[in-house]
């Protein structure tokens, strides 16, 4: 059986792109008999906020998008991500790095998906681990786990190629897992089976399906869908200020007649869809 997931973060209102998420995520599930889970990725605890998951739940509701059980909170998950990481460690996979992204951009010789790749400084010497970053040694994660290959709904069958990444952070000192690692340990733990995200988020499948090999986990399959972006091609973002959806529901918008507008293509003035895979954040 099909199942799907929306995963907001609450740490600022949702914008028309992340309705589209949702309506994606929702409709798919609902027509293939499956079903759709709400999770909220909320451990960034310094921006993470209450009262974002109240207007999340409302503005979902004003879509008139329902989820299957009670929503999940990755912060009630945070011992999987610290177990995660100390497996890693055991199999030799993780070192320590105190590198500031100032060095590792002054240091870096070639960009990644996520900007300068990491030179693998601290790879080859002592580093305190306490307080540190913990990076993948990407060379070590790849001999490990063999060529991979991953399936998305609309590009076909992919070979992973999370080298591209270099040696990526999974375990943050500032949080208590990166992206990338809490995404695919809770895709596994909620048995998602098809992720459904947007194309600027297309290359993180490489280094998700190289976890999935590395913890042994489940393999989904995923469906990149199209992008909302402004007049300069950049997708919306809360950090500039796109218009909320919660802005749009007090102010008395039918949010039952948006979602239809958003699944038939007909967008706001100023709005557009991009099949890009390099459309700019």
Not at 99 to 121: L, N
Not at 235 to 257: M, N, Y
Request: proline content about 6%; glycine content about 10%.
């Amino acid at each position: 059986m099909t199942r799907t997931r929306f995963a907001p973060s609450p740490n600022g209102p949702l914008h028309l792109g992340h309705a589209y998420a949702a309506i994606v995520a929702h409709d798919l599930a609902r027509e293939r008999g499956g079903t759709f889970e709400l999770r909220i990725e909320d451990i960034d605890g310094e921006r993470s906020r209450p009262e974002f998951v109240s207007e999340i739940l409302a503005d979902l509701a004003w879509l008139g998008i329902g989820w299957d059980g009670e929503p999940v909170f990755q912060s009630h998950r945070l011992g999987s991500y610290a177990q995660a990481g100390e497996r890693l460690k055991q199999m030799g996979l993780l070192y320590p790095c105190r590198c500031t992204r100032a060095e590792i951009a002054a240091a870096s010789t070639r960009m990644g998906p996520d900007g300068p790749v990491y030179p693998g400084t601290c790879k080859h010497r002592i580093v305190d681990p306490a307080g540190a970053a913990w990076r993948l040694d990407m060379d070590a994660a790849r001999a490990l786990a063999g060529p991979l290959d991953w399936v998305d709904d609309i590009a076909g069958i992919q070979r992973a190629i999370p080298e591209i990444f270099g040696d990526v952070v999974l375990l943050r000192k500032d949080l208590p897992a990166s992206y990338h690692l809490a995404a695919t340990l809770d895709d596994a733990a909620d048995a998602v089976t098809l992720v459904t995200r947007g194309l600027d988020l297309f290359a993180a499948s490489h280094v998700h399906r190289l976890l999935q090999a590395l913890l042994g986990l489940p393999v989904p399959t995923w469906h990149h869908h199209a992008l909302l972006v402004e007049p300069d091609g950049r997708k919306l973002a809360k950090r500039r200020g796109s218009p909320s959806l919660g802005d749009r529901r007090r102010a008395g918008e039918d949010g039952i007649a948006l979602a239809a507008a958003l699944r038939g293509g007909r967008l706001p003035a100023g709005i557009s869809l991009s099949r890009s895979l390099h459309t700019g954040t």
